[in-house]
């Protein structure tokens, strides 16, 4: 089992903003359960999918020439995007 250190470690040598992962249904089901606890489902179909896209926006301020950079999580649950409680 992959862990958030392990992760860092091979994103750290990895020049892609790409990376994908493979799991069971009883994991894409907790991955749910413990980010969107009010989703409902009543099980997982075959071949799903959880897909989070992390979005960076630059922006320049106008008066002293300084970036802003902001980032943006969408969440994609076969090919439907669900929204986080309190975002």
Request: glycine residues 4%.
């Amino acid at each position: 089992m992959l862990n958030i250190k392990k992760i860092k470690e091979i994103k750290s040598r990895l020049d892609t903003s790409f990376l994908i992962y493979s799991a069971h249904d009883t994991n894409v089901a907790n991955i749910i359960n413990q980010i969107f606890p009010n989703f409902n489902f009543t099980f997982i179909p075959y071949a799903s999918n959880l897909i989070f896209e992390v979005y960076r926006i630059t922006q320049k301020n106008g008066l002293n020439d300084e970036k802003n950079t902001n980032f943006y999580v969408r969440s994609i649950f076969n090919g439907k995007p669900i929204e986080i409680d309190g975002c």
